[in-house]
């Protein structure tokens, strides 16, 4: 009865005083389709990179972590099987804005480019490449969508609409600071990170970082020793399955294919891979001190 939300990869359960508990699970969705196959040990991936990154951006912006280990999870939340799945947060005022930043040009914001010269309102300069590095990360927000459906590019004007200019400029400031924070980090590791999304919301009216922070499921991770524009790159993300969907002819259209074993250990190598390069710690490590 606690359940509040069933997303494409995590729920969330209102657990009283304001606290809730998000149970991330091993789903994976693509072209916002979840797919028949989970990823063993995905979500654990997942918990664990969101902890490192709020601990890393805490001095940033604050964050709604309250407690990862199940020892610190409320009574019914400690059982074995979650360790490493679950987290204790505040629960926010969530604001209908994804927060996304890019600092290479792939994805939507190509198709935006190619299509406009410009992606969510902001221009770029001329004769940019896929993948190209772009001058400067840019902040290119989306509206949230319904689950199943696409989230929608939209401009800066369109988010000092929906919420007003001073939170509009802060939430501009707080994604590019943690974007740039981030993609230091991840350089030092040999990793380029090519865009990310962040969701916020707002505690007694301050900004707060929540959900996860620069995943391979929020994020595009590429090995910088293989990127070359002109082309989507090699990545640490979902974009491996992806284009192994797009081998397949499938349509982007419900119910997604069953994946094979050779994808499934592909696509949980790659998120394994992510969290221990970035972090520089054992993922299997971090499971052991979830589960104290």
């Known amino acids: 009865m606690s359940l509040i939300l069933r997303g494409k990869v995590r729920e969330v359960h209102d657990v009283g005083d304001g606290r809730l508990v998000m149970v991330t699970s091993d789903r994976i969705s693509a072209y916002d389709v979840v797919m028949p196959t989970e990823i063993p040990g995905k979500g654990q991936v997942l918990t664990g990179l969101s902890i490192h990154w709020f601990q890393r951006m805490a001095d940033l912006v604050p964050n709604h972590l309250l407690g990862w280990r199940l020892s610190e999870m409320p009574d019914g939340w400690r059982r074995k099987e979650l360790a490493g799945r679950v987290?204790?947060?505040?629960?926010?005022?969530?604001?209908?804005?994804?927060?996304?930043?890019?600092?290479?040009?792939?994805?939507?914001?190509?198709r935006d480019y190619r299509a406009t010269g410009a992606t969510s309102g902001v221009t770029l300069p001329p004769g940019l490449r896929q993948a190209d590095r772009l001058p400067a990360p840019i902040f290119t927000p989306a509206a949230k969508a319904e689950v199943g459906e696409h989230d929608e590019n939209i401009t800066m004007d369109d988010v000092v609409n929906t919420v007003g200019p001073d939170l509009a400029a802060e939430m501009e400031r707080v994604s590019i600071a943690v974007y740039e924070r981030a993609a230091a980090d991840c350089a030092a590791a040999g990793i380029i990170l090519a865009d990310t999304k962040f969701e916020m919301g707002t505690a007694q009216g301050t900004l707060t970082l929540g959900d996860e922070v620069c995943t391979p499921d929020s994020s595009r991770f590429w090995p910088a020793d293989t990127w070359q524009p002109g082309a989507s790159p090699p990545s640490f993300d979902k974009q491996y399955l992806r284009d192994w969907l797009d081998r397949t002819?499938?349509?982007?259209?419900?119910?997604?294919?069953?994946?094979?074993?050779?994808?499934?250990?592909?696509?949980?190598?790659?998120?394994?891979?992510?969290?221990?390069?970035?972090?520089?710690?054992?993922?299997?490590e971090w499971l052991k001190e979830a589960a104290e």
């Open 87 to 110: 987290m204790l947060v505040k629960a926010l005022d969530m604001l209908p804005v994804e927060c996304v930043v890019r600092g290479y040009l792939i994805g939507s914001g190509w």
């Open 249 to 284: 002819g499938w349509d982007h259209s419900p119910p997604g294919p069953e994946l094979p074993a050779d994808v499934v250990a592909g696509t949980r190598e790659r998120y394994v891979e992510a969290y221990e390069r970035i972090t520089g710690a054992s993922f299997d």
